[in-house]
């Protein structure tokens, strides 16, 4: 798992997190979080899954997605 802060303040925040099975099948998500001020946060997801197709994470490579989101941090 790789994740490194960016921005002039470092306000935002990117990872990467790959796993590799030992029947063949792998997982990778890269993930970036940014926050637009102190009570909101923006971020996205991509995960993606291939192998072999009798390995778990191979059966699931139909079902890689992307993800969207936005957070409200109360005070």
């Not at 009798?54 to 992307?66: H, M, P, R, V």
Request: glycine share 14%; charged share 25%; net charge negative.
């Amino acid at each position: 798992y790789f994740t490194k802060p960016f921005g002039t303040e470092q306000q935002g925040r990117w990872g990467n997190l790959t796993i590799f099975e030992d029947e063949g099948g792998y997982w990778n998500r890269f993930d970036v979080e940014y926050g637009l001020t102190d009570n909101w946060v923006v971020s996205g997801e991509l995960n993606s899954y291939w192998g072999d197709e009798e390995s778990w994470f191979g059966q699931l490579e139909e079902t890689s997605n992307i993800q969207v989101g936005v957070k409200y941090i109360c005070d």
